[in-house]
């Protein structure tokens, strides 16, 4: 059944694993979900408080992030290539497109979706963007834990407070913490000793890509596999699981939460993996494998997501709204074209500098390697929706400012996706 039918029925000096900070979750959800640092962007919004306003495409409510694509066939899987598509991507790319993986699937006619792909099975570290993969972990283990009660699930995530600890050490990334006594933002990085809920953990791993965030959810994650219905279980035994389980043993847990959901859910392992923790504790204290990523499998997951295919609709639809930026754009988000649009959203970097006459080493513009990963479900305008489509982006284009690129490749890819779509042909 074809895809129309189917919709119709070196030394190196300077390293840094560098991520995207741009917070996500719609404005309207501190109550429901208790994530704190949404009431001080709400207030921000509504000018009691000073800041940043949001862009228009921010504004959606938690109701109007949903899944766009669930009621689709449960068999549908990516189209084939469209050659026509792929050349006006190519296009975009210009000169230096054979350092760029890109897949872009359109879904703005349901009824007729393309797919657009350049070195789509090229595998690079995911950097930052692996994350999702703990988001995708996490959710599984919660399904697992309580397969038909949705409510249980959002329970625990609301209500389970978690307390850092050294698994969180270190990391350079602030997150930001609302001070509900005082009713103050605080931003920092988090350290040994700061409390925060599941939901607001996830928060800070996906909106402020926060890697001591990650590191503690993969922690909580291999607590909440191995104890079942008693977790969350008290700290000191919780530490004392880490101290005595043998070494071998730990990374067993540690694949078992987070690289089995990934095939269980119809992706391919090899490639697409998250296998070790993000930050340098975590790494000696559970031993993990490497990481890496295709932007083909990247698509097929953001494809799973809108189909409310990851785990369930219910694990789908939260990942989506934590995927929705709704504090500073960056990047590839950054894009002027897309003020208007509601981006749901993931990047991140790794690049590295080796001494070279008359080049100065700087973030993001690496001269031995520049990785820059983006992962963005744009909907265009956030409403009334007209346009809708799914880009993963992975770049190596040395000496240059790859966050600059994106964002630059961000507008074309707009413009393309206009051109493709104009006014008065889609209803």
């Known amino acids: 059944m074809n895809v129309s039918t189917m919709v119709r029925a070196m030394t190196v000096v300077c390293l840094s ?32 408080m000073p800041g940043v306003k949001q862009p228009r495409g921010a504004l959606l409510t938690r109701e109007e992030v949903d899944l766009r694509l669930e009621d689709l066939p449960s068999e549908m899987r990516l189209p084939t290539v469209d050659p026509e598509f792929t050349a006006q991507v190519r296009d975009v790319l210009g000169a230096q497109v054979d350092a760029y993986a890109v897949s872009i699937l359109d879904l703005s006619d349901r009824a007729q979706p393309r797919y657009a ?54 990391d350079s990334h602030t997150v930001r913490r609302w001070d509900r006594a005082d009713e103050r933002l605080i931003r920092r990085p988090l350290a040994p000793g700061d409390r925060g809920t599941l939901f607001e953990f996830l928060d800070w791993m996906i909106s402020a890509s926060s890697n001591s965030a990650a590191a503690a959810l993969m922690k909580e994650g291999m607590l909440l596999k ?16 880490f101290t005595v389980t043998p070494r071998a043993e730990l990374t067993r847990a540690l694949a078992e939460f987070i690289e089995t959901p990934v095939t269980r859910n119809g992706l391919d392992l090899a490639r697409l993996r998250q296998g070790s923790f993000f930050t340098a504790t975590g790494k000696r204290k559970v031993q993990g494998t490497s990481s890496h990523a295709s932007t083909r499998e990247l698509m097929n997951y953001m494809f799973k997501l809108e189909q409310g295919r990851l785990v369930d609709a219910f694990s789908s639809r939260e990942i989506k709204r934590l995927m929705y930026s709704t504090e500073r754009r960056i990047r590839y988000a950054s894009s002027p074209a897309l003020f208007n649009s509601a981006v749901y959203f993931k990047s991140g970097s790794w690049f590295g500098c080796k001494p070279e006459p008359g080049f100065v080493c700087r973030p993001y513009a690496g ?32 000496r240059r400012n790859s966050a600059v690129d994106h964002q630059s490749l961000a507008t074309r890819i707009q413009r393309l996706m206009e051109k493709r779509h104009p006014v008065s042909a889609v209803p």
């Not at 719609?26 to 208790?34: I, K």
């Not at 070195?119 to 690079?124: E, H, P, S």
């Not at 104890?227 to 000191?236: H, K, L, N, Q």
């Open 367 to 398: 001269n031995v390697r520049n990785f820059m990963n983006s992962v963005a479900i744009v909907e265009h305008p956030a409403t009334p929706r007209r346009i809708h489509y799914v880009v993963t982006l992975m770049s190596n284009v040395l």
């Open 226 to 241: 191995h104890f079942g219905t008693r977790y969350p279980v008290p700290v000191d035994e919780g530490k004392r699981y």
């Open 17 to 48: 694993a560098a991520a995207a900070i741009a917070a996500a979750y719609p404005l309207d959800s501190f109550e429901a979900t208790g994530i704190g640092r949404l009431e001080e962007a709400r207030r921000v919004q509504a000018g009691t």
């Open 117 to 170: 792909e350049i070195n789509g099975d090229v595998l690079r570290n995911p950097g930052s963007v692996g994350k999702l993969m703990v988001a995708l972990a996490f959710f599984q283990a919660l399904a697992d834990l309580y397969p038909n009660d949705t409510a249980k699930r959002f329970d625990l995530l609301k209500n389970t407070v978690v307390t850092a600890d050294e698994f969180v050490l270190t």
